[in-house]
């Protein structure tokens, strides 16, 4: 409707207006107080809409067995407009969202409940009554509101309970149906006084006359007539001072005294005509008689009748003596009048006692209606007995077939447990591994460093030899030069200087050879990285292998916590149909114990009924105690219940929670274990490099060797050349001539044999200048990569340290999570061996 239109407002603002409208009529010596609730049952959840915090609310029952939300928001309201301004405020925070079929469709059913108490000031009376006004959702068909995601879950909700509501009236319409599945939803819980208690209901029905919408509309109006058929009585809620308690203690009391006096008549009477006796009808008693007549007033009664019948006799004595003719004539007219008198006495007493043998057919057929009642009440609580413990023995072999589900994923869960811990295991060897490599890294890295100084030590002592073997070859040069100018005979240099090329080519034909020796073994080394590659594939592999069954094993402790989660349902709808059965089961034993007493005592006599009620209250007494302490077993339980749940969702949050760190720092360690492998890579590179170098060392090492050899035979032919051109100086006076011919041809040949050796020391010259460089950019690039190595292990230590502290928490959480379920098991046991243990008895 219109807000604030009156003749346009709806069905909420109009029943307000009414009900402060007949409070404005009432006495003032009555005083009304009015408190209003407004909440919603979303996703089958009860959530406070003047409280927005309080959303998941509980159902509770009071002294007096009537369903109530604990904890909702209570507001007291002194006029139309405060309770406009609830509603308002409430309606902000109702859940609405967008669909095919209605722009603002409610998502959930709310609830608006106005609890008027009424008081009088002079006698304190007291009258209370409930309003509760129900805005239902409506049934969504989700192919025409085309609902999907969490609007759809949504609709899920409504018609699981909209469908509850309609099992509650079908079985509410049928009457013969013992039990109502009012626990079947919260919508139903909560309304269970409404539907079926002390209560009177209206429906207002919202259907669509259009064709497209005839299935809903026809299956609406269906959903109405049935509710139509409920038939509830209602009775005034009045709560009555301790005076007018007293008042009807007293009158009570009083009335009881009465029955009991009647009752103890009814049985003296009783037993004359059982004895043979025939009892007179003013001594009979009418039961139909409220007021007994007290035993005084009977005897004074008695007396006057006595003292009438004796003036009479008195009379009649002294009428005889005065006259006898006329006293013969009175005597004769009054024997008979006294025939007629006792002809209709006799005809009153027959018709007397022709109305009693009637009362008593009567009653005889009444006793016998009443037992044949009372057989077939009997017959039909055996045979509802009999369905009920037939049930209860079904719902047993469920519960046992549920236990026996959950110790099964218990087992389950212990072996999953075990391979979750097997595959940490994994881990830890994974880790291990990890750390003997980078052991093995230190150790390489302190090995290059030793080959850099070693390295750089033979450098130096090559150049050393370098420069002293030119220092020799410039001498030997000036030496051949100077006798070259002079024309002295050097027949014996020259053959010496063939000895030095002999030697010459044979250190080439040696560097030669250890020039492929050097090829082989980088050969050996690209085959030796070729198969570690292959080894390093090989654990990626494996590692990539138990990753997925890492995730797999995730995913199926995922699923077996939603199986958990599903039985655990199942478990406590179990325990609660249970609990109602035993209930009735208890209800009817006791029905049946009294209806067994009272056709007992019925049958036998009618003596033993102040007995027969006694023992009706005590068998209450016994109910009632049974069945408070049922409840509060029953309370504890679910308060128990409650908070295991609680726990359970905790720690799952918390598995939860570890298992996306988990996830990182499975992340992490792949990011790492890639930044391993290239290490690994780079590490590999660097140890062929410096394989190579050691080789370089050795073979220059052989150099040196072979070089200091050279040298030693050069200063030893330098000295030979020497003495032998001091003799040959000495003899050139002798054989001139021919010497210079010799010495002409030696001079072309000497000059060709130091042409070749200039040549072989450029090359040898050229090579030590590309050594020198070659050692330069290692020595440039040897602390760039000895930084990146001390990066990478100090990453390495830091994840290792993180991966070892996420899982020494993960096991702390496993393992205090295994001890929780297990004592919730226990506590499952201990509970059902109490309950077994526990059966009320009557």
Not at 13 to 35: S, T
Not at 341 to 360: A, T, W
Request: with cysteine; proline share 1%.
């Amino acid at each position: 409707g219109v807000m604030g239109n009156d003749s346009m407002q709806g069905i909420i603002p109009r029943i307000v207006q009414d009900i402060f409208n007949y409070i404005y009529g009432m006495d003032e010596n009555l005083e009304f107080h009015i408190k209003v609730s407004y909440f919603e049952i979303y996703m089958d959840k009860i959530r406070d809409l003047l409280d927005v915090t309080k959303t998941n609310l509980s159902v509770h029952e009071d002294k007096n067995r009537v369903p109530y939300v604990k904890g909702c928001t209570e507001r007291f309201v002194s006029s139309p407009e405060e309770v406009m301004d609830v509603i308002e405020e409430g309606k902000s925070n109702r859940h609405v969202a967008v669909t095919n079929m209605n722009e603002h469709s409610s998502r959930s059913h709310s609830v608006f409940l106005i609890h008027v108490k009424q008081e009088n000031v002079e006698n304190e009376k007291k009258l209370h009554g409930k309003l509760y006004l129900v805005d239902l959702a409506g049934s969504e068909k989700v192919s025409k509101t085309g609902a999907e995601g969490s609007v759809l879950d949504e609709a899920k909700n409504i018609n699981k309970s909209l469908s509850a509501l309609g099992n509650v009236i079908a079985a509410l319409a049928d009457g013969n149906k013992s039990h109502v599945p009012y626990r079947d939803s919260k919508l139903t819980r909560i309304l269970q006084e409404s539907l079926g208690g002390n209560a009177r209901t209206t429906m207002v029905i919202c259907c669509s006359p259009a064709s497209y919408n005839e299935v809903e509309t026809k299956s609406t109006l269906l959903f109405g007539q049935r509710a139509k058929t409920i038939k509830n009585v209602v009775t005034v809620n009045e709560e009555l001072t301790a005076e007018e308690w007293k008042r009807r203690y007293e009158r009570e009391k009083e009335k009881n005294n009465k029955m009991k006096l009647i009752i103890l008549k009814l049985e003296a009477e009783l037993q004359s005509w059982r004895n043979g006796k025939t009892v007179p009808i003013e001594e009979q008693v009418d039961v139909k008689t409220v007021a007994l007549e007290s035993e005084a007033g009977q005897a004074g009664q008695a007396a006057k009748e006595n003292a009438v019948m004796q003036s009479s006799f008195i009379g009649m004595v002294s009428g005889g003596i005065s006259a006898i003719p006329e006293a013969e004539k009175a005597q004769f007219e009054e024997e008979k009048m006294k025939l007629y008198q006792q002809l209709d006495d006799k005809d009153d007493e027959i018709n007397s006692q022709g109305q009693l043998i009637e009362k008593l057919r009567e009653q005889m057929l009444e006793q016998e209606e009443l037992i044949a009642s009372c057989r077939k009440d009997y017959e039909n609580s055996q045979a509802e007995m009999a369905r009920i413990q037939a049930d209860n023995e079904s719902a047993k072999e469920e519960v046992k077939e549920v236990l026996q589900a959950l110790e099964e994923l218990a087992v389950n869960y212990d072996q999953k447990s075990q391979e979750v811990e097997n595959k940490a295991r994994e881990i830890e060897m994974l880790t291990e591994e990890i750390n003997q490599k980078t052991t093995k890294l230190n150790s390489i890295q302190t090995e290059l460093e030793l080959l850099r100084d070693s390295s750089t030590h033979q450098k130096k002592r090559v150049v050393e030899m370098m420069s002293s073997l030119l220092k020799d070859l410039g001498d030997i040069g000036s030496v051949i030069g100077g006798s070259a100018a002079e024309n002295k005979p050097n027949s014996g240099a020259g053959e010496k200087l063939e000895e030095e090329f002999t030697i010459a080519r044979l250190y080439i034909s040696k560097m030669k050879s250890e020039v492929k020796t050097l090829a082989n073994r980088a050969a050996n080394l690209d085959a030796a990285q070729t198969e570690s590659q292959k080894k390093l594939e090989d654990a990626s592999s494996e590692l990539s292998e138990c990753q997925l069954k890492i995730q797999q094993y995730e995913a199926k402790m995922a699923t077996l916590t939603e199986t958990i989660k599903d039985v655990e349902h199942k478990r406590r709808q179990l325990e609660e149909n249970v609990d109602s059965l035993t209930e009735e089961v208890a209800r009817f034993k006791a029905s049946e114990t009294v209806h067994a007493t009272v056709t007992q005592k019925v049958l036998e006599t009618s003596n033993k009924l102040q007995s027969e009620i006694e023992m009706k209250e005590a068998l209450e007494k016994q109910m009632q105690s049974h069945r408070e302490q049922h409840q509060k077993q029953l309370s504890g339980l679910r308060e128990e219940i409650a908070e295991k749940q609680t726990l359970i969702d905790e720690l799952k949050d918390t598995n939860q929670k570890l298992t996306l760190a988990l996830e990182k720092m499975q992340k992490d360690f792949d990011a790492l274990k890639a930044e391993e492998a290239e290490k690994t890579n780079r590490l590999t590179e660097l140890t062929f490099q410096m394989e190579k170098r050691e080789q370089a060392r050795e073979d220059l090492k052989g150099l040196e060797e072979t070089v200091a050899k050279e040298l030693q035979t050069l200063h030893s032919l330098r000295r030979l050349f020497v003495q032998d051109l001091q003799n040959r100086v000495k003899k050139v006076a002798v054989k001139k001539d021919d010497e210079e011919d010799e010495d002409a041809g030696g001079h072309v040949a000497q000059k060709q044999k130091i042409s070749f050796l200039e040549n072989n020391l450029e090359q040898l010259t050229k090579v030590h200048k590309q050594l020198v460089r070659d050692n330069a950019d290692l020595r440039c690039e040897l602390p760039k990569l000895e930084k990146r190595l001390r990066a990478t292990m100090e990453r390495v230590k830091s994840l290792e340290t993180a991966l070892k502290e996420a899982k020494e928490g993960a096991m702390r959480d496993r393992k205090r999570y295994q001890m929780e379920v297990d004592r919730i098991k226990e506590a499952v046991r201990q509970r059902n061996l109490a309950r077994r243990g526990h059966q009320p008895q009557i």
